[in-house]
T-cell receptor, first 116, second 115 residues
Framework: SAVISQKPSRDICQRGTSLTIQCQVD?????MFWYRQQPGQSLTLIAT?????????ESGFVIDKFPISRPNLTFSTLTVSNMSPEDSSIYLC?????????????FGPGTRLLVL | GNSVTQMEGPVTLSEEAFLTINCTYT??????LFWYVQYPGEGLQLLLK?????DKGSNKGFEATYRKETTSFHLEKGSVQVSDSAVYFC??????????????FGKGTLLTVNP
């Protein structure tokens, strides 16, 4: 399976600021995904990022709040904009499995964000 | 739409006890089923999976069998260890067009194993 890293691993931010989270994969992948895990909750898909096209956002998530870049097949960023304490969560990126096993997703270690 | 319902936690067991975490699902089409584990302070790791009916996924002593007739994928382990303490998520994917598989998670079950 792919090796996925995220930066930063954690951060504490002030409300009204923005944070950009990076996700790096050690192999080329078509689909990357961004999830939010609020404290004590399950994972919620924010958006799907396909290289070379606009990200596709799930209901309740908008590009102005969570802009995503996908400049190549091994990298993506998620920005959390104009943060409020309600944005305090773990943000995880994932990638689909290799050809023939795309139904499986592999996750990065997550970015733990606390907004004060 | 797709949904996953898993056993409410928390679950507290003594070391070497038998573990079952129930998971049932509702899905259109033919889903693939997964168990992911999240150890304290870490991201999600794939624990096991099954992609078709009657398949059994297994890893690290954990097992789960894809039961289409009961739409279930219960997680079991014969003898748990303290190191198994974590949150366990049941999940499924179905093909949603293009080349995109959408992953739907259950709410997670916190397992604590005491020595």
């Amino acid at each position: 399976s792919a090796v996925i890293s995220q930066k930063p691993s954690r951060d504490i931010c002030q409300r009204g600021t923005s944070l950009t989270i990076q996700c790096q994969v050690d192999s080329q992948v078509t689909m990357m995904f961004w999830y939010r895990q609020q404290p004590g909750q399950s994972l919620t898909l924010i958006a799907t990022a396909n290289q070379g096209s606009e990200a596709t956002y799930e209901s309740g998530f908008v590009i102005d709040k969570f802009p995503i870049s996908r400049p190549n097949l091994t990298f993506s960023t998620l920005t959390v904009s104009n943060m409020s304490p309600e944005d305090s969560s773990i943000y995880l990126c994932s990638v689909e499995g290799e050809r023939g096993r795309q139904e499986t997703q592999y996750f990065g270690p997550g970015t733990r964000l606390l907004v004060l | 739409g797709n949904s996953v319902t898993q056993m409410e936690g928390p679950v507290t067991l003594s070391e070497e006890a038998f573990l079952t975490i129930n998971c049932t699902y509702t899905a259109t089409g033919y889903p693939s089923l997964f168990w992911y584990v999240q150890y304290p302070g870490e991201g999600l790791q794939l624990l096991l999976k099954a992609t078709k009916a009657d398949d059994k996924g297994s890893n690290k002593g954990f097992e789960a069998t894809y039961r289409k007739e009961t739409t279930s994928f219960h997680l079991e382990k014969g003898s748990v260890q303290v190191s198994d303490s974590a949150v366990y998520f049941c999940a499924l994917t179905t093909f949603s067009g293009g080349s995109n598989y959408k992953l739907t998670f259950g709410k997670g079950t916190l397992l604590t194993v005491n020595p």
